[in-house]
C-alpha cells in the first residue's frame, strides 16, 4: 500500500495551459515536500509546507497544503516546456523517526 | 561548493559482484540518506544515518551495507550484486528539524546487474 498516492500519473498538456496535480494521504504529516526531477538527474527540491492550509508560491507554481495535513495540491499557471519533469512529493510522518516518504511521482509533458 | 557528490555515474556489475558506491557532501548536514528509483516504483529509502555513527535500516534495505564514520561520507556497498539490484541510486543529504526537511540529492548512479 502507498502511502502518498500522487495523481493523476501522467499529464500531457499544450504550453499555456494551466495544471492541478495532487499528493494524498490518509496519514498525517509534520511537513510535506515537492520536488522536480529531470531525466537523469537527482530530484530538486521545491517547497516544504509545513503548517495546514499553507499556500506557497513559486513564480508560476502554487503549493497548498491541507487543513488536515494529509493532502497537497500543486498548481501550476500559464504551463512552459521548461515545467516538463517528474513531480514528488514526500512527507515526514508525524512522531516518525525523521525519514521521508516518496510518492510515485507525476510525469508532465508539456508541449510547445 | 558542490553539494552532494556521487560516483561512479554508471557502473556495470555481473551477479555475485561486490561494489561500493560513492556519495561525499560538504554541507555539514548531519542526516544523509540512499535511495533506489525504479520505473512505477518512486523513491525507496535504503539505509540512512542521522550522523556519524549511527545508520539505520529504510524500507528496502536487504542486500546493501552501508557506514558513517565522518560526517562528510556516506557509501553504499553491495556484498552480492543480483539483478534486483538494477536501479538507479540516489543519495540525499539534509538539514534536521521536526518540521523542515531541506533536502539535496546527488546527481545518481545508473547500475545495471548482469
Known amino acids: 500500500t502507498q502511502l502518498l498516492e500522487q495523481s493523476p500519473q501522467f499529464l500531457s498538456i499544450q504550453e499555456g495551459e494551466n495544471l492541478t496535480v495532487y499528493c494524498n494521504s490518509s496519514?498525517?504529516?509534520?511537513?510535506l515536500q515537492w520536488y522536480r526531477q529531470e531525466p537523469g538527474e537527482g530530484p530538486v527540491l521545491l517547497v516544504t509546507?509545513?503548517?495546514?492550509?499553507e499556500v506557497k508560491k513559486l513564480k508560476r507554481l502554487t503549493f497548498q497544503f491541507g487543513d488536515a495535513r494529509k493532502d497537497s495540491s500543486l498548481h501550476i499557471t500559464a504551463a512552459q516546456p521548461g515545467d516538463t519533469g517528474l513531480y514528488l512529493c514526500a512527507g515526514a510522518l508525524t512522531g516518525a523517526n525523521s525519514k521521508l516518504t516518496f510518492g510515485k511521482g507525476i510525469t508532465l509533458s508539456v508541449r510547445p | 561548493n558542490a553539494g552532494v557528490t556521487q560516483t561512479p555515474k554508471f557502473q556495470v556489475l555481473k551477479t555475485g559482484q561486490s561494489m561500493t558506491l560513492q556519495c561525499a557532501q560538504d554541507m555539514n548536514h548531519e542526516y544523509m540518506s540512499w535511495y533506489r528509483q525504479d520505473p512505477g516504483m518512486g523513491l525507496r529509502l535504503i539505509h540512512y544515518?542521522?550522523?556519524?555513527?549511527?545508520?539505520d535500516q529504510g524500507e528496502v534495505p536487504n542486500g546493501y551495507n552501508v557506514s558513517r564514520s565522518t560526517t562528510e561520507d556516506f557509501p553504499l556497498r553491495l556484498l552480492s550484486a543480483a539483478p534486483s539490484q538494477t536501479s538507479v541510486y540516489f543519495c540525499?543529504?539534509?538539514?534536521?528539524?521536526?518540521?523542515?526537511?531541506?533536502?539535496?540529492f546527488g546527481p545518481g548512479t545508473r547500475l545495471t546487474v548482469t
Open positions: 496519514s498525517v504529516f509534520s511537513s
Open positions: 540525499a543529504s539534509r538539514t534536521e528539524g521536526l518540521s523542515s526537511y531541506e533536502q539535496y
Open positions: 544515518s542521522v550522523g556519524a555513527g549511527i545508520t
Open positions: 509546507v509545513v503548517t495546514g492550509g
